[in-house]
Each structure stands twice: as C-alpha cells, then as structure tokens.
C-alpha cells in the first residue's frame, strides 16, 4: 500500500544512504544460514528506512510497555498471532499482554493496539519486524 507515503521520499533518501553506509562492512560477513545477519539486518535497515533511523534508541525509556498498533486482515487466528509474537520476542506469557481491538466498518481489517513489554530498543525493533513479515500486516505503527 502506498498509504502516507508520499511526503517521506526526501528523507527516506536521506537515511538510505546513511544507512547504506552504517551497515556497509557488515554486509561483508558470510551468514552460514544464508538467512541469518543479513535477513535481520535488511528487515532492520527497511524499518529505519520508515522511520527515520533507530528513533526509539534516544526517545524511549526502557523497559516499558509500547503500544504498537497493528491494522491487519481480519482472520480466525490473526489477533492471536500478533499477540503471539509481541509474547515470543519479549519472552512473555500470552496472557500477561495486553491488547485492545477494533474492527473496520466493513470487518475486512482489525486493528490490534498491543502493550509490548519491552527491555531494549532491539526487542522494540523486532517485535516491528517480525509484525511486517506477516503477509496479513497492512500497518504497524
């Protein structure tokens, strides 16, 4: 989707070639997996590409519960599993995260609203990346 896109094309530039140049040696390491270093750090790199760099290192205050809300297409199990991967990256139980829903008008889309318990700005970054690696994820915010 190109929702709320348009007016960030400057600074995307901008924090490309910065981040371009921050990741640049690491690219040279050989990840055993094929998957491993590299895969994260392309996710991480896309995130900050968003965002503006790592903006939640300076601006937040860890740990702390962050609310991340997340616009996806509503199906049986999609609530569960974002709540499931706020759990598994924060190594909390399930039932300890809290969650607020809402439907869209026509309850295609649910937005879930979730307290991620965080310890650290990497925990923070991950839970967003392993949100925008479900094909159902419209939006994380």
Same mark, same amino acid.
Do not use: H
């Given at each position: 989707?190109?929702?709320? $896109?348009?007016?960030?094309?400057?600074?995307?530039?901008?924090?490309?070639?910065?981040? @371009?140049? %921050?990741?640049?040696?690491?690219?040279l390491?050989?990840?055993?997996?094929? $998957?491993?270093? /590299?895969?994260?750090?392309?996710?991480?790199?896309?995130?900050?590409?968003? %965002?503006g760099?790592?903006?939640?290192?300076?601006? =937040?205050e860890? &740990?702390?519960?962050?609310?991340?809300?997340?616009?996806?297409?509503? /199906?049986?199990?999609f609530?569960? /599993?974002?709540?499931?991967?706020?759990?598994?990256?924060?190594?909390?139980?399930?039932?300890?995260?809290?969650?607020?829903?809402?439907?869209?008008? @026509?309850?295609?889309?649910?937005?879930?609203? =979730?307290?991620?318990? =965080?310890?650290?700005? /990497?925990?923070?970054?991950?839970?967003?990346?392993?949100?925008?690696n479900? &094909?159902?994820v419209?939006?994380?915010?």
């Amino acid at each position: 989707g190109m929702m709320g $896109r348009g007016t960030t094309w400057a600074a995307v530039a901008v924090v490309t070639t910065a981040a @371009a140049l %921050s990741v640049g040696p690491r690219r040279l390491e050989a990840s055993p997996s094929g $998957r491993g270093p /590299d895969f994260l750090t392309s996710a991480q790199r896309a995130f900050e590409k968003e %965002s503006g760099g790592r903006i939640f290192d300076s601006l =937040v205050e860890y &740990p702390c519960e962050f609310q991340i809300k997340v616009i996806g297409r509503e /199906d049986s199990s999609f609530v569960e /599993d974002v709540v499931g991967y706020i759990s598994r990256v924060t190594d909390t139980e399930p039932s300890e995260i809290k969650y607020t829903t809402a439907a869209s008008s @026509a309850g295609t889309f649910v937005s879930v609203s =979730v307290a991620a318990p =965080v310890d650290n700005a /990497d925990e923070l970054y991950e839970c967003y990346s392993v949100l925008r690696n479900d &094909p159902r994820v419209r939006i994380a915010l």
